[in-house]
């Protein structure tokens, strides 16, 4: 089987999100099951200067863009121990810029154009280099055009017949340009239509990628059937019913290379599901760090993530006048909207003994939370996959989490199929409102002050597997299935 995946992102190269890991961890994995696999990239102004081993292949390619030839050139590295190679689409006007898609001011104006080349040319690519996938796996808006181009023209598809499989890792990000782009895109205007490309007048690139995919796919199960409804489909939730029969959901996995107790090189002590005291040790330092009372008995809760309205810091902010009523500690580390960086430090000026609050992003802390916190709260609004919580199982961390999406497919509450069964590894809460995540806090810490249980419960999410290996294992069924279409 050979697989050609494409993606605007990928660690160790580019990451501005959960995006770069997936496409940094998922080719790694499937290599590793023995399948051919290429990563292909944008080349961006900032990997020139980073210390990635990126040569040339010499190899020009010309794409049409709005009556203009634009050259871009072709470029190859290979990252040590990955056991497959990268291609990177050099084209210094649009790419060699400080931003990937924009700047702090907002997004370039010309993305359509920047993103809409990169999908050509990684098709005229695939044909001069005379590589023929049987897979095309493209991922989010920035690829989505990579369908729309194959199947609609036989000139861009050149040789291939690959099936195409299309990631959507959030459905908030669509990639909507004014109609006045489409000209630039090189496709005949029949496409614009409000079954294939059109969106209320607007060109919309992750329509046209579901529209022309063979399959699509999303982060989770649960996400896959919330995006079919208005709530979480983004105004796209009919064209994904319509395709509801090629729909999946595959969680994410965690590079337990990095997140893992036993070998965290980030943390003060390391810990294992058959001895938890480095854990204790873990959670006194974090409590030292953060200010706090040092005290094993009172409950630490752990947040970590993008401070926006998505993350469910809204309801957090209803709850938290109740829950600086109770006996625990709060420990957030985040950036994000300025309205929760000005809440956050205002609780926790007022209950300096409770809440401790750090608004950077901080790699370590937050792994030095993962270890030392008793619970990871996640009361996201929507998630599509999540990996905090799948970190904080691995660290006998406890999440408590909002049901929906990633979160509803990993955490199972506690009372869920009879109080303590064996599948249970959390606690969740299935309305979105302060109360609901009140309620649910205080059944966790209830179980919390009865030790054998509590420690009953961490075990169980410690010994869980959310590896890559099990993903990908996922994505090969998939790819499997399709090929056999
Ligand atoms: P999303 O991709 O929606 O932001 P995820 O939970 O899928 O949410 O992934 C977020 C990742 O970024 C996690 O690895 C999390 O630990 C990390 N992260 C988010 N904010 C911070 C921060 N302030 N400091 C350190 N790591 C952070």
């Given amino acids: 089987m050979k697989v050609v995946f494409v993606s605007s992102e990928a660690v160790p190269f580019v990451k501005t999100g959960g995006l770069a890991d997936v496409a ?16 292909f990239l944008p080349l961006y102004g900032r990997l020139r200067s980073a210390d990635l081993d990126i040569g040339s292949t010499g ?25 497959f190679p990268v291609y990177l689409v050099s084209q210094n006007d649009y790419f060699d810029r400080d931003g990937l898609y924009g700047t702090g001011d907002g997004d370039y104006p010309d993305n359509a154009e920047r993103f809409s080349f990169f999908c050509r040319a990684v098709l005229a690519a695939l044909d001069r280099l005379g590589v023929s996938p049987d897979i095309l796996h493209v991922n989010d808006w920035q690829t989505a055009m990579i369908p729309v181009y194959a199947r609609t023209s036989a000139k861009a598809a050149g040789k291939m017949r690959p099936r195409i499989l299309l990631t959507v890792h959030n459905m908030a990000y669509q990639g909507r340009f004014p109609v006045e782009t489409y000209p ?12 294939e490309l059109e969106f209320y007048n607007m060109v919309n690139f992750l329509k046209g990628g579901l529209v022309f995919s063979d399959a699509v796919n999303t982060v989770s199960k649960r996400y896959a059937e919330e995006i079919t409804t208005p709530a979480f489909g983004e105004g796209l939730e009919g064209v994904l019913k319509d395709r509801r029969d090629v729909l999946f959901g595959i969680v994410n996995g ?36 953060m200010g706090l009372a040092v005290d094993a008995s009172t409950p630490l809760i752990g947040m970590i993530g993008r401070l926006a309205d998505q993350k469910g810091f809204d309801i957090f902010a209803d709850a938290v006048a109740y829950l600086m009523q109770m006996k625990l500690q709060v420990v957030v580390l ?21 809440m401790a609050v750090r608004l950077t992003f901080d790699n370590a802390l937050a792994h030095r939370i993962e270890a030392g916190a008793d619970m990871f709260l996640m009361p996201s609004r929507f998630e599509p996959c999540g990996l905090n919580q799948l970190y904080s199982l691995r660290y006998g961390t406890v999440p408590v989490v909002h049901a929906t999406g990633g979160l509803a497919d990993t955490v199972v509450d506690y009372a869920s199929g009879g109080r ?14 302060a109360f609901d995540l009140q309620d649910a806090l205080r059944r966790a810490l209830g179980l919390y002050r009865r030790r054998d249980r509590w420690r009953r419960l961490q075990i169980a999410g410690m010994k869980q597997d959310w590896s890559w290996d099990r993903s990908a294992g996922e994505y090969v069924g998939l790819y499997e299935m399709l090929m056999e279409r």
């Fill in 24 to 39: 940094g961890a998922l080719p790694r994995a499937l290599a590793a099951r023995g399948i051919d696999v290429a990563l």
């Fill in 59 to 83: 190899m020009r390619i010309r794409v049409p863009v709005g009556g203009v030839q634009v050259t871009g050139t072709l470029y190859r590295s290979e990252v040590s121990g990955n056991g």
């Fill in 184 to 195: 630039l895109l090189g496709l005949d205007w029949q496409y614009f239509n409000w079954r």
């Fill in 254 to 289: 965690v590079d337990y290379q990095v997140w893992d107790p036993t070998s965290d090189i980030l943390i003060p002590a390391n810990y294992s599901f058959s001895d938890l005291s480095g854990k204790k040790a873990c959670k006194a330092a974090l409590q030292r760090e």
């Fill in 334 to 354: 985040g950036t994000g909207q300025q309205r929760y960086h000005r809440l956050l430090t205002g609780v926790a000026a007022a209950n300096s003994q409770k």
């Fill in 420 to 433: 303590g069964s064996a599948a249970a590894n959390g606690f969740s809460f299935s309305g979105y409102g």
